[in-house]
T-cell receptor
Framework: QQQVKQSPQSLIVQKGGISIINCAYE??????FPWYQQFPGKGPALLIA?????SEKKEGRFTISFNKSAKQFSLHIMDSQPGDSATYFC???????????FGQGTELSVKP | GAVVSQHPSWVICKSGTSVKIECRSL??????MFWYRQFPKQSLMLMAT?????????EQGVEKDKFLINHASLTLSTLTVTSAHPEDSSFYIC???????????FGPGTRLTVL
């Protein structure tokens, strides 16, 4: 019940295309859903996060879509660029003091 | 804002020695810090949660006597890998959180190689 399932494991997108990464969870106590971007040999960097009281949040080319009833959320990267090539992790936590539960990660490659 | 640093960025040590990794929150006071390890092509695995001035809470399966965590101030936490062995070779990452908020800010990570 504590798991966050992420898919796909890897993704190849052409430059200018839309990258979509999906996550699903079971624990209805989760109330914070961040996405992190990680480049090789670096720590994860917070990209964007959402709370369950909204269905969508957009920051620049990055959008989170959240479906509370389906217990799913996704990251959309519009106009994908080669510089977006990285590993993306979704995560979830509960009750402010809760630890982050990470998805398995998606390795995104954007081809020029 | 919200910068977390780690030192060293990489370390190579001999089997049986101890290694200390520092994690600092540079521009905010972190009431809670977390330590993760990450193997190649895998997700982050939480090792322990530390609150300033109290003992760390370790995740199941993590040896607290092997991975010593100290959170002596609101801006500094340390992880000491004692009697390191080659299987301890990994990427260790810390994160810090301001009290009352969800957001965790991650450090750049420390690559540990045990020969």
């Amino acid at each position: 019940q504590q798991q966050v399932k992420q898919s796909p494991q890897s993704l190849i997108v052409q430059k200018g295309g839309i990258s979509i990464i999906n996550c699903a969870y079971e624990n209805t106590a989760f109330d914070y859903f961040p996405w992190y971007q990680q480049f090789p040999g670096k720590g994860p960097a917070l990209l964007i996060a959402i709370r369950p009281d909204v269905s969508e949040k957009k920051e620049g080319r990055f959008t989170i879509s959240f479906n509370k009833s389906a217990k799913q959320f996704s990251l959309h990267i519009m106009d994908s660029q080669p510089g977006d090539s990285a590993t993306y992790f979704c995560a979830a936590s509960a009750n402010q003091g809760g630890k982050l539960i990470f998805g398995q990660g998606t390795e995104l490659s954007v081809k020029p | 804002g919200a910068v977390v640093s780690q030192h060293p960025s990489w370390v190579i040590c001999k089997s049986g020695t101890s290694v200390k990794i520092e994690c600092r929150s540079l521009d905010f006071q972190a009431t809670t810090m977390f330590w993760y390890r990450q193997f190649p092509k895998q997700s982050l695995m939480l090792m322990a949660t530390s609150n300033e001035g109290s003992k760390a809470t370790y995740e199941q399966g993590v040896e607290k006597d092997k991975f010593l965590i100290n959170h002596a101030s609101l801006t500094l936490s340390t992880l000491t890998v004692t009697s390191a062995h080659p299987e301890d070779s990994s990427f260790y990452i810390c994160s810090a959180r301001l009290g009352g908020l969800h957001t965790q800010y991650f450090g750049p990570g420390t690559r540990l190689t045990v020969l």
